[in-house]
């Protein structure tokens, strides 16, 4: 039949004993326990009283552990031990289970940092889950207003959606006009301004944070509006449909630089650093992120200080 514990027996009995066996004296025990010495020495004497044996003895002028010390050492440090693996895994379990990390990212984001910012994330040992979606800026905005996400990386929004949110800058990031590789627009004879209307444009939609930068843009260089358009926020048919026709894309950099660096896609001769625009992580300015959201948006601010040191 097993005994019972005395039930007079504390987690910090066990503490200090084990503290004052280690380090072979009380002095050094309290301090890294951060405790006064004549409290380690009264909760040594509580402990022997209860066992009703002594566990340490005088040496020079340190201590070391009686017969009955090293014996009880033993068996209180595995127990300690247990407990320990006990709490991990209740809490690693708790973070694997909980609430995930939500972040909302636009497409330029989804494409060009995401996937390097949760690899780096993932490597630190991070554990729970995370949620991405991607959308449009105003969707994305909304959800983390109402708290469906937790942080939006992308665009800075005009200065009237940002009231109550507070913006990080991370980058700036140009538009471009893409193409498929060998389009007639990619000729240097060929004028893009002016026969840019000759082909279907792939444009951003009205809600995109982008649109109005777009629309700007082309007045100011007297492009006008094109014929055919196509609104879309999906680079997935972006792609598809410029490998089959000759579409134009307006797109942000980010979204078609890993294409353009392939081959794939190509971007015409324009210069478009005038509608350059800051990329940033949003979030609620009354809301503090909890840990594994601190740690992604950290992986997410170096992967995006790493492209920018190296110009792409």
Do not use: C
């Not at 009880?72 to 609430?99: I, K, N, W, Y």
């Not at 990080?168 to 498929?180: C, P």
């Not at 000759?246 to 001769?269: F, K, T, Y």
């Amino acid at each position: 039949m097993v005994s019972p514990i005395d039930p007079r027996i504390k987690f910090r009995h066990l503490q200090a004993f084990l503290e004052v066996a280690r380090q072979k004296s009380v002095n050094r025990a309290a301090e890294l326990l951060h405790v006064s010495q004549p409290a380690v020495t009264k909760t040594i004497r509580e402990l022997e009283g209860i066992l009703g044996v002594a566990l340490f003895e005088r040496d020079g002028r340190g201590t070391r552990t009686t017969r009955y010390g090293e014996v009880f050492m033993r068996h209180a440090g595995a127990t300690l031990t247990a407990l320990r693996q006990a709490v991990d895994s209740v809490s690693q379990e708790a973070a694997l289970s909980g609430p995930p990390v939500r972040i909302g990212a636009l497409p330029t984001v989804s494409a060009r940092i995401m996937p390097q910012a949760m690899n780096r994330f993932l490597a630190g040992g991070t554990v729970g889950p995370v949620k991405i979606v991607t959308g449009e800026n105003a969707v994305l905005l909304e959800q983390l207003r109402v708290g469906d996400l937790d942080l939006v990386v992308g665009r800075l929004a005009a200065p009237e959606k940002m009231t109550g949110f507070s913006f990080e800058h991370l980058y700036s990031e140009r538009v471009l006009f893409v193409t498929r590789t060998g389009h007639p627009l990619l000729d240097a004879r060929a004028n893009a301004f002016e026969r840019l209307g000759a082909y279907p444009v792939l444009m951003p939609t009205r809600n995109s944070v982008i649109r109005p930068i777009v629309e700007q843009f082309m007045i100011a260089h007297g492009i006008p509006a094109p014929p055919v358009q196509i609104e879309t926020v999906s680079d997935a048919f972006g792609r598809a449909y410029l490998r089959m026709s000759d579409a134009v894309w307006i797109i942000s950099e980010g979204v078609v630089a890993g294409d353009i660096a392939d081959g794939v896609l190509a971007a015409l001769p324009l210069e478009t650093v005038e509608t350059r625009g800051p990329v940033g992580l949003t979030m609620r300015a009354d809301t503090p992120p909890s840990l594994p959201l601190s740690l992604l948006m950290q992986a997410i601010r170096t992967v995006a200080a790493e492209m920018a040191a190296k110009g792409t």
